[in-house]
T-cell receptor, first 111, second 117 residues
Framework: DAKTTQPPSMDCAEGRAANLPCNHS???????VYWYRQIHSQGPQYIIH???NNETNEMASLIITEDRKSSTLILPHATLRDTAVYYC????????????FGKGTTLSVSS | GAVVSQHPSRVICKSGTSVKIECRSL??????MFWYRQFPKQSLMLMAT?????????EQGVEKDKFLINHASLTLSTLTVTSAHPEDSSFYIC?????????????FGPGTRLTVL
C-alpha cells in the first residue's frame, strides 16, 4: 500500500503558483520524499526529491515539514502543460528499490 | 537526464498470441529494471523487478508464467505477455535504475499500449 495521502484533484489558474500537499505521517528516517508527474498516456517524469531540507530545482520547490510528516510541492508559475497527475512517493534511496505509486493528485491548470 | 526507450509504443494483437515489449536504457547502465502496468484511470501497479542476469521478482498476484521478463544485459529488459487475452490490455511502463551517477534515480520509459482483440 502507498504510504502517502494526497487530495484526488486540484485546480490552478495559469500563471499562479500550484501548491500540492502530501501527507506521509509514517515516513521512516531513511526514506526520501519523491515527486513524479504523469502527463496523459506518457511515462512518469521525475520532478524533485528530498530528505529533510527544502529543495528547489528548475521545475519546482519541495517544502518538507520539520517533523517530516508532510510536504508540499510548489510549481511557482503553473502553465497549461503542467496539467498532469502528480505522485508523492516515499522510498529509501537504495539501488533496486521500486517506486510504489498511490493515486496521486490530478492537477488541472486552466487559462 | 537519463533516457529510457520502449518498443513498440503501441501494439494490437489477437487473443492467444504473445507480445514482446522491449525496454532499453540508452545512455546509462541499468542495474535494475522495473515493469509496471496501468489500467485506464488508475495508478501504476508494479509487476516485477529484474536485475541483470538474475530471475525477476514478481509482485503478488502477477503470474510469472504469463508475464515473462528477461534482463539479459545492463541496457535491455524484455516483457513478453504470453497467450494474451483482452483483460491484458493495458499501458505497460518500464523504468530503469542505476546505483551510479544518478544516485538511485528511477527513469521511466514512455510506455507501451497493448490492445488485445
Amino acid at each position: 500500500d502507498a504510504k502517502t495521502t494526497q487530495p484526488p484533484s486540484m485546480d490552478c489558474a495559469e500563471g499562479r503558483a500550484a501548491n500540492l500537499p502530501c501527507n506521509h505521517s509514517t515516513i521512516s528516517g531513511n526514506e526520501y520524499v519523491y515527486w513524479y508527474r504523469q502527463i496523459h498516456s506518457q511515462g512518469p517524469q521525475y520532478i524533485i526529491h528530498g530528505l529533510k531540507n527544502n529543495e528547489t530545482n528548475e521545475m519546482a520547490s519541495l517544502i518538507i515539514t520539520e517533523d517530516r510528516k508532510s510536504s508540499t510541492l510548489i510549481l511557482p508559475h503553473a502553465t497549461l502543460r503542467d496539467t498532469a497527475v502528480y505522485y508523492c512517493i516515499v522510498r529509501v534511496n537504495q539501488a533496486g528499490t521500486a517506486l510504489i505509486f498511490g493515486k496521486g493528485t490530478t492537477l488541472s491548470v486552466s487559462s | 537526464g537519463a533516457v529510457v526507450s520502449q518498443h513498440p509504443s503501441r501494439v494490437i494483437c489477437k487473443s492467444g498470441t504473445s507480445v514482446k515489449i522491449e525496454c532499453r536504457s540508452l545512455d546509462f547502465q541499468a542495474t535494475t529494471m522495473f515493469w509496471y502496468r496501468q489500467f485506464p484511470k488508475q495508478s501504476l501497479m508494479l509487476m516485477a523487478t529484474s536485475n541483470e542476469g538474475s530471475k525477476a521478482t514478481y509482485e503478488q498476484g502477477v503470474e510469472k508464467d504469463k508475464f515473462l521478463i528477461n534482463h539479459a544485459s545492463l541496457t535491455l529488459s524484455t516483457l513478453t505477455v504470453t497467450s494474451a487475452h483482452p483483460e491484458d490490455s493495458s499501458f505497460y511502463i518500464c523504468s530503469a535504475s542505476t546505483s551510479g551517477t544518478f544516485y538511485n534515480e528511477q527513469f521511466f520509459g514512455p510506455g507501451t499500449r497493448l490492445t488485445v482483440l
